[in-house]
């Protein structure tokens, strides 16, 4: 069966540092999801790609955050400088199109020291 | 912007006992999903429901749909330990592009 794979799935790092994450849709899904997930918390979108073409990052801090789906298949989430309040899981989604079934990966933890 | 509230936030429930989950959304969506998360791990779809009226069952879990009344149930019938976990109700209103807004979720605890 198909999956969303995200890695990596823990980090560590320690404030002001950077941070990447990256993600691999499901084979044929156009559109990507990157949500951020507070702990106690529902997840929150951060950026949405169609193909390789960003449609939302309303919710994105673009001041420390940026996002990128250059071929429309695989995407990178990047942090930096990383801050405390940055510790969350970051989850990855996919679907066929916009509006349709999303799929969740199995997150990246990331802590930040 | 969507609002999506879920009540209780915390339930504690003995084995064999029947519980529902209540999930309320400020204005009109074209789909609302229940998800389901074990402590350290992502997502997983329970339900999809598109209609008013919707209802749909899997196992001792059944959701619901009143679109009128803007509300979602999850129901839960003799409760066993293996559904302990987090449950997430999240919405979708279509007009944002698949956008899913979710709600705190529901710590379910079921204890013997």
């Known amino acids: 069966e198909a999956e969303v794979a995200q890695s990596p799935r823990y980090k560590i790092t320690e404030k002001s540092q950077a941070v990447a994450f990256w993600c691999d849709p499901i084979s044929g899904h156009a559109t990507l999801y990157w949500y951020r997930q507070i702990l106690g918390q529902g997840p929150e979108l951060l950026v949405q790609f169609q193909d390789e073409s960003v449609v939302d990052d309303s919710q994105l801090p673009k001041d420390r955050f940026s996002a990128e789906r250059l071929k429309g298949v695989d995407s990178t989430l990047k942090i930096q400088p990383a801050e405390l309040g940055d510790s969350a899981m970051y989850l990855c989604?996919?679907?066929?199109?916009?509006?349709?079934?999303?799929?969740f990966g199995p997150g990246t933890r990331l802590t930040v020291t | 912007e969507l609002k999506v509230e879920q009540n209780p936030l915390f339930l504690s429930m003995q084995e064999g006992k029947n519980y529902t989950i209540y999930c309320n959304y400020s204005t009109t969506s074209d789909r609302l999903y229940w998800y389901r998360q074990d402590p350290g791990k992502s997502l997983e779809s329970l339900f999809v429901l598109l209609s008013n009226g919707a209802v749909k069952q899997e196992g001792r879990l059944m959701a619901s749909l009143d679109t009128k009344a803007r509300l979602s149930t999850l129901h839960i019938t003799a409760a066993v330990h293996d559904l302990s976990a987090t449950y997430f109700c999240?919405?979708?209103?279509?007009?944002?592009?698949?956008?899913?807004?979710f709600g705190r979720g529901t710590q379910l605890t079921v204890w013997p």
């Open positions: 989604a996919s679907s066929v199109k916009w509006g349709s079934e999303q799929y």
């Open positions: 999240a919405v979708d209103r279509g007009s944002t592009l698949g956008r899913l807004y």
